[in-house]
């Protein structure tokens, strides 16, 4: 099935748009009541090409329902996501195939995110084998080969299984699991919350490293003010489903009263997550 | 090799413990084999006594008990007093009827159970969830003495299908072909009202391991990562949710035994339900031993395939265990 997808062009900055997003369902109590929830009210956001946004907010904002509606695991209300000149939400399942070969989401728990019966060759290989069926086995090795050397991992771990592997270096299989289809965009929900601050820098280095040789676009979703900074270039701010704010990460500064609206506008929450971040020390400090 | 001795040894052990069970609630429940015969004005007193004496009936408890394990390196299991004859052929004889009405029970519970669990899980909320799950649900709460008893009514009024035994008179005239045909016809309704007294709580496990898997937060990776729904199903959620199926289907394949013998009872299949009916009416003591063993050993099978299955399906155990 050929999709409609255009080939993005180069002087185009934006490689992928949100106009508008909206995202409502119904929750089910015990006596089946239908309580209807909103989840994200018109979001709007650009991904530039080869860059990094970050999107930071506190728990239940909205920031994981977005980038599950940016992979297409959840159909928004109302709205665009407007990639390769389509809005994806008009496309076929069918033609969609070629863009969740572009699009990746890397989860927060590694643990979970990989089938746990199957072998790490077996889950690295598996995207090869629905995206390129047509590929000989050799080049499917040479890719297999390739993913492993860019996100780090040793050729030992393939024959084992999930469980076997640390945090961290089932996280460098989730990022190999994605960079073997050659993607464009990665959308990294909590990816490095989970680990410890010696594996979380390997792989913000690791990322950054694939960010240059790839020109790679990241949505970082993540709590960690220091993280945003370290590897984003723009931040957006997200509160209760909606942007509150967007700035460029240089004005995460260690005075983090730099920007005062985004500030502001987050400590208005009263909430502890909030409090969280603004506690947070700068890298710089 | 060692896990396997292991668990050989335990289920051994196992057998052991339900066989001095059956033997010390039986020989502590009230009346015996003789009672009946002391109300018989016909037989006296020093008869009975004597026939106590000739079947060892008034030795005490362990010795008895130790006479039938000796029995059982013979392959008699004891001798009944009903039947005049040991009790390893006479019960053989009829566990291979239940073993045939339980081998076909299973699968086509299974056959059943497997697909609408599946459709209800993945359809989880909608209609056909619904409707499946009213379904089970009445199948749940119907006896199911009520199940054979309509399914004799559909046969007596219909004349559809034989109302009992396992074939018809003329069957040594047939040939090959007819007997099978004869047989399966036999077979039928037995086979359904079994299947549809497991069917609720093996359709029931089937949905809520499936909806367990796909919610799995390894699923939704994958379907991010393009996989097509089918291969998501075959690929991913079924194998991770053979687990908790494999361990019910080996408890299946025994429980099934202890359910068949109110069906053979009802619906006259010559299976162990009639004989032990009888042998605990008539307090035929090792015709009741010898079929609890046999449940005993059918559900051990039916736990160590389980085990066997898991092994052969999960990696992760062979990684254990090796």
Redesign the interface.
């Known amino acids: 099935m050929q999709t409609k997808l255009q080939p993005i062009p180069a002087a185009n900055p934006v490689i992928l748009s949100v106009r508008n997003l909206s995202l409502h369902y119904f929750q089910k109590t015990v006596f089946e009541r239908r309580i209807p929830v909103t989840a994200l009210t018109n979001v709007s956001l650009d991904l530039q090409r080869g860059k990094t946004l970050a999107l930071v907010g506190s728990s239940g904002c909205g920031k994981s329902s977005l980038a599950r509606c940016l992979v297409l695991l959840e159909r928004p209300s109302f709205g665009e996501i407007v990639y390769a000149a389509q809005n994806l939400l008009e496309l076929k399942s069918k033609e969609l195939k070629e863009v969740r070969r572009d699009i990746h989401l890397i989860f927060q728990d590694s643990a979970s995110a990989l089938n746990p019966g199957m072998t790490i060759e077996e889950v690295l290989l598996e995207p090869l084998e629905i995206h390129e069926p047509t590929l000989a086995k050799k080049d499917r090795f040479l890719r297999l080969v390739s993913a492993c050397e860019q996100a780090a991992l040793s050729s030992k771990w393939l024959t084992r299984r999930p469980s076997e592997l640390s945090g961290g270096q089932r996280q460098r299989v989730a990022i190999a699991r994605s960079l073997i289809s050659r993607p464009k965009i990665l959308i990294l929900d909590e990816a490095l919350s989970a680990l410890d601050l010696s594996t979380q820098s390997q792989i913000a280095n690791l990322l950054l490293d694939l960010q240059r040789e790839h020109s790679l676009t990241y949505l970082f979703i993540t709590h960690d003010m220091r993280l945003a900074r370290m590897l984003a270039h723009d931040v957006v701010v997200m509160k209760g489903g909606r942007i509150l704010d967007s700035f460029p990460s240089s004005l995460l500064t260690p005075d983090i009263h730099a920007n005062p609206a985004s500030i502001g506008s987050i400590s208005t929450a009263k909430d502890t997550e909030t409090i969280r971040l603004q506690e947070i020390p700068s890298v710089n400090e | 090799m060692k896990q396997l001795a292991w668990r050989l040894g335990h289920r051994l052990l196992l057998l052991v413990g339900v066989s001095l069970c059956t033997f010390v609630l039986l020989s502590a429940a009230p009346g015996s084999f003789f009672d009946d015969l002391k109300l018989n004005p016909q037989v006296s007193p020093a008869t009975v006594t004597k026939l106590q004496a000739q079947y060892g009936a008034n030795r005490p408890l362990p010795e008895r008990y130790a006479r039938w394990v000796e029995s059982i390196f013979r392959g008699d299991w004891g001798y009944s007093l009903s039947y005049h004859r040991p009790v390893g052929g006479l019960v053989w004889q009829r566990a291979r009827n239940t073993l045939l009405l339980t081998t076909f029970a299973v699968l086509l519970a299974w056959m059943l159970a497997l697909p609408w669990g599946i459709a209800e899980a993945l359809y989880k909320?909608g209609w056909i969830d619904r409707t499946g799950e009213m379904i089970l649900a009445l199948l749940l709460a119907t006896p199911d003495v009520l199940f054979a008893l309509l399914l004799l009514l559909l046969a007596a009024r219909t004349g559809w299908f034989p109302t009992g035994g396992m074939s018809s008179s003329e069957v040594a005239d047939l040939s090959f072909g007819s007997r099978i045909w004869d047989l399966a016809r036999h077979l039928f309704l037995p086979v359904v009202a079994l299947a549809l007294t497991t069917l609720p709580i093996l359709a029931l496990h089937v949905r809520s391991a499936m909806i367990g898997v796909l919610d799995?937060?390894?699923l939704?990776?994958?379907?991010?990562?393009?996989?097509?729904k089918f291969?998501l199903l075959y690929?991913?959620a079924l194998?991770?949710a053979l687990n908790s199926l494999i361990s019910l289907f080996g408890f299946s394949v025994g429980s099934l035994l202890s359910i068949s013998l109110l069906v053979e009872v009802i619906l006259s299949w010559p299976g162990l339900g009639p004989l032990v009916v009888e042998a605990v009416l008539a307090r035929d003591i090792y015709v009741v031993v010898a079929a609890t063993m046999f449940s005993a050993v059918c559900l051990i099978a039916g736990n160590l395939l389980a085990d066997f299955l898991l092994y052969c399906t999960?990696?992760?155990i062979r990684?254990v265990q090796s």
Do not use: N, Q, W, Y
């Open positions: 909320g799995a937060p390894f939704s990776a994958a379907k991010g990562h393009g996989i097509p291969r690929r991913h194998p991770v999960d990696p992760r990684s």
